[in-house]
């Protein structure tokens, strides 16, 4: 069973900054496009960033463009979300996901989901 297991979140001020990471043993992790997506209490789930297999292709939603960035190592399966600039409006459940497709910006093109971690920032 594929597990992919999120951390890094918590409670931030406003302007603050914050870095998620997500792992796993039990996927081929190079052969996966990464996505982080974000999930507030009432809202549908939410594309934030994807990064492919490579590192080549790299998306971002409009909402975090230049404030949050995302990097992955192949080598030691993991996969960050740094976080800068953060607002009130960022507060939501933070979820990694694995997809095979190499441009992957929404949650149905993922296969793989992890359990998410909350991410709160205070104004």
């Known amino acids: 069973q594929v597990q992919l297991v999120e951390s890094g979140g918590g409670l931030v001020q406003a302007g603050g900054s914050l870095r998620l990471s997500c792992t796993t043993s039990?996927?081929?992790?190079?052969?996966?496009?990464m996505g982080w997506f974000r999930q507030a209490p009432g809202k549908e789930r939410e594309f934030v960033a994807a990064?492919?297999?490579?590192?080549?292709?790299?998306r971002f939603s409009d909402s975090v463009k230049g404030r949050f960035t995302i990097s992955r190592d192949n080598a030691k399966n993991t996969v960050d979300l740094q976080m800068n600039s953060l607002k009130p409006e960022d507060t939501a459940v933070y979820y990694c996901?694995?997809?095979?497709?190499?441009?992957?910006?929404?949650?149905?093109?993922?296969?793989?989901w992890g359990r998410g971690t909350q991410v709160t920032v205070s104004s």
């Open positions: 996901a694995a997809s095979a497709v190499m441009i992957a910006t929404t949650p149905g093109m993922y296969g793989y």
């Open positions: 039990t996927l081929t992790f190079s052969s996966y496009t």
């Open positions: 990064i492919s297999w490579t590192g080549g292709n790299i």
